[in-house]
């Protein structure tokens, strides 16, 4: 991360002009392999539940226990990015998730597979981190917004892998084989970043003296003793999880449950909702309206995706529900607006804690949404209710909190009116 001190610099490589990009496209690679293992339980979950007789709460902790990992650990990815480098921490993490996946493949029944999923998530969790100090500390921030959003669409490519092609895989051998994919994916994106990814000697106050580990983690607790974090976390810890809790877990399940679809179909719904999702960041970040009106448009937007979660609580046609999922996932391309308040919501020192901060709020929402909804559907469905119309109904609820919540709470000075 940009403001703080570093222990080791990385070494330094002679470099052209464009390699920065193509540096950002290798880590963007892991970052869309965490995308897909983040999304492999909506097409998974029926082949799962037919071979380990999974119930809904249960389903819900094998999904969200990646998030759970994935989340708690961005804080300790954040600083070992400010004292190791964008290169070594992303190396010595990411083999942790090559072996979760293989050991999911393998996994003999529901504990195993699980604790793999926790696995997968270590190995994840500076997937995106190590993108968004990348493109902090090589691009010129007036193109944040922009080139951040082309990450996170690039990056959205690993949810079309989750779609049509692993149920292709899933109905044409079984779920064990996608794990086997997903494990030589992994491999293949680790030695990519290996191979192309080094980061210039870094100088002047980014080169001094050393931050202590507990240095690091007083600076970064001391974000939460500014009272505008709050209304950031409240909102990262929702958006990102709407959209993830609906394509990572509930989509397949509900369209087969509710309407009758096969895995593939399923599948093509999910690969039109991914390439909506990978559009929409690009989308919202050339549209971004700046500063002044940025946090209305957050508001806004936050507002929209929750009545269209209302649409799917309260929908029984098929065409409604599908033509409701893929509106929220062009619609999610207004959290890359997010990543551009969180970075002008601080002094420049505080930055990168802030950035892991946010994305550490983001994956334990997903994590906290999914396990929740998980046993809000086995409850409904013990009482003889529609699980997926009160699931959807709760996503609604919580998104509009969150609206009100990030809108009311204290604002960065700066942007206060």
């Avoid at 290798?26 to 799962?48: C, E, N, Y």
């Avoid at 009272?227 to 809790?245: D, E, F, K, N, Q």
Wanted: proline share 6%; aromatic share 12%; glycine share 10%.
């Amino acid at each position: 991360m940009p403001e703080t001190c570093t222990v080791k610099a990385e070494p330094a490589h002679p470099v052209p002009a464009r390699a920065p990009l193509w540096m950002l496209l290798a880590l963007v690679g892991a970052f869309a392999l965490s995308q897909a293992f983040r999304t492999v339980a909506a097409i998974m979950a029926p082949p799962l539940q037919a071979d380990f007789g999974l119930n809904a709460r249960e389903l819900g902790v094998f999904s969200g226990a990646f998030h759970f990992a994935f989340g708690a650990m961005q804080l300790f990815m954040g600083i070992g990015i400010d004292l190791y480098g964008v290169r070594r921490t992303i190396l010595a993490a990411f083999p942790l998730c090559i072996a979760g996946a293989l050991i999911s493949a393998l996994a003999p029944g529901y504990l195993p597979l699980t604790l793999a999923q926790v696995l997968i998530g270590l190995g994840c969790a500076p997937a995106f981190l190590v993108c968004t100090v990348f493109i902090a500390r090589h691009f010129a921030p007036q193109r944040f917004a922009a080139v951040s959003g082309m990450a996170m669409s690039l990056g959205t490519l690993g949810m079309l892998f989750t779609g049509t092609p692993l149920a292709w895989v899933i109905e044409r051998s079984s779920w064990r084989a996608g794990f086997w994919v997903l494990a030589a994916l992994a491999l293949l994106a680790w030695l990519w970043i290996w191979r192309s990814v080094f980061e210039p000697a870094r100088t002047g106050a980014a080169g001094a003296a050393a931050e202590s580990p507990a240095q690091a983690l007083g600076r970064f607790a001391a974000l939460f003793l500014l009272p505008h974090t709050w209304g950031i976390v409240v909102l990262a810890s929702t958006s990102y999880a709407a959209l993830i809790t609906l394509r990572g877990l509930w989509m397949g399940p509900m369209l087969v449950a509710r309407h009758g679809y096969s895995l593939v179909q399923s599948g093509n719904v999910a690969v039109a909702l991914s390439l909506l999702a990978l559009v929409g960041p690009l989308l919202f970040g050339r549209l971004d309206p700046g500063p002044a009106r940025r946090r209305r448009w957050l508001v806004g937007w936050t507002l929209a995706s929750a009545a269209l979660f209302a649409l799917l609580a309260l929908g029984r046609l098929a065409w409604l529900d599908i033509a409701c999922m893929l509106a929220i996932g062009l619609a999610s391309g207004y959290i890359v607006l997010q990543y551009a308040d969180v970075r002008i919501a601080y002094a420049p020192q505080m930055t990168g804690r802030a950035m892991a901060a946010f994305t550490m709020a983001m994956f334990m929402g997903v994590a906290l949404m999914q396990w929740a909804t998980g046993a809000i559907a086995t409850w409904a469905a013990g009482a003889d209710t529609d699980p997926f119309a009160v699931v959807m109904g709760c996503i609604a609820l919580w998104l509009a909190l969150s609206a009100a919540g990030f809108a009311l709470l204290p604002q960065p000075r700066a942007l206060a009116p």
